[in-house]
């Protein structure tokens, strides 16, 4: 999607993707109003965002780096521009830390020979429990193959029909 697909205007603007402010967004959106969803983070969630082991080494180190004194760079000197009439400008507060004396340690232990050989007999082969579609090669395909699931899907219904109807006249 290029950014002259994207809207220009927005009859609301949430700032922060935590529970409440997404929450306020889903309860827009729906009615109709044009929602712009904003978050200052680089991820969802706010405070109850999760992280994979790398994102939240980078989360810890930012959270170090605010309570070390650092902050982020102050919004009024990259706004340069004068705003326009009809605008109103809100001074947001700068970027607290959400946590102190952080560190992280891991220990993962190795596998015992006893629990290697626990873990290859617990493995089996896929199966799954429904039969999966085959792949369709080209767009041709995925037609005849709908299709084709459209036709087992009737004569599936006109048997389920004529059973039911057989035990009827029982």
């Known amino acids: ?28 959106s729906p009615i109709g109003l044009k929602v712009l969803h904003l978050d200052r983070n680089d991820y969802y ?13 980078v989360w810890k180190q930012k959270n170090i780096d605010l309570n070390k004194g650092g902050r982020e760079s102050d919004s009024a000197a990259k706004n340069k521009d004068p705003i326009p009439d009809g605008v109103k400008c809100i001074d947001l507060p700068q970027e607290r830390a959400q946590a102190f004396n952080l560190s992280s340690s891991f220990h993962v232990r190795e596998r015992t020979p006893e629990e290697d050989e626990a873990a290859k007999k617990l493995q089996t082969p896929f199966k799954p429990f429904f039969p999966l579609p085959k792949a369709a090669e080209s767009v041709s395909d995925y037609k005849k193959t709908s299709e084709e699931l459209d036709a087992s899907k009737s004569s599936d219904c006109q048997d389920e029909k004529s059973t039911n109807q057989s035990h009827l006249q029982d």
Do not use: C, R, V, Y
């Not at 969630?45 to 080494?57: H, P, S, T, V």
């Open 1 to 28: 999607m290029s950014n002259e697909d994207l809207p220009k205007e927005f009859d609301i603007i949430i700032l922060g993707t935590g529970l409440t402010t997404t929450i306020t967004a889903a309860a827009f």
């Open 45 to 57: 969630g706010g405070l109850f965002a999760n992280f994979n082991l790398d994102a939240i080494e």
